[in-house]
């Protein structure tokens, strides 16, 4: 989460008031104490601290992960990503960030030809290795799919990130152990990717729908409930 700040008047205008005095303009003499001169620019430095403070989140982020899906050769590893923001994203420039050994690796995201580069408010969009395959695996699944050259993700987790088209990382964390099925993201609101936010699908995965374990009905502005995938049932009764 990053932090924006407002000052109830400019730097400027703040050095030519009457609450802030250099030295030049106190006029030490031998008589006056170097201590009251610190003191005089210590309250003018407490009062450029900031008077308002304003929470901004990243809106692009990363929802669910498909790191227990094939690698390789038939390649079906998949990243599910949403739109919590309320205006449209263009993600043409944007990068993918994985872990290889001790190193880290950027992959481009392609945009296959038809698909829109835009993720609409309140919206998900696929990020896959194999797109077309994504396509097959999973044909019940309307949200965008774009491409991207990981070599494989680790099912025992590691660093991932999303950097925008101006090279500035979106998001950024290291994912928990997921083998067996997709890891699912339970507020997508909230910037905690400890365990209690992030939990393994019972018994498959929802991409491309409200994760089952959610906790958020913001998700529900745009996007409907699935009854049903092609890799499991997904019924949810009631969101608190």
Known sequence: MSYSFAHSMSTKDFYKSPFCTTSASIGKTPHSPHNET???????VLLLLPTKIEATTNPLIINEIGAYEKSGTDAAEWIELY??????????????IDSVSTRQETHSITIPIGVSPIIAPHTFAI???NPQKF???YPTVSASVFG???????????LIALQNAQGIIQ??????AAASYSLERKNPLLDDYSSANW???????SVGFINSNTVSTSLLIENPIPQETTSTPIIIEELP
């Open 38 to 44: 610190l003191l005089l620019l210590l309250f003018c």
């Open 83 to 96: 739109n919590r923001g309320d205006e449209t994203i263009d993600i043409t420039g944007w990068k993918f």
């Open 127 to 129: 990020l896959a290795q």
């Open 135 to 137: 396509k097959t695996n």
């Open 148 to 158: 991207s050259n990981w070599t494989t993700l680790n099912e025992g987790g590691e």
């Open 171 to 176: 998001e950024q964390f290291t994912y928990s």
């Open 199 to 205: 939990q393994m699908h019972l018994n498959g995965n």
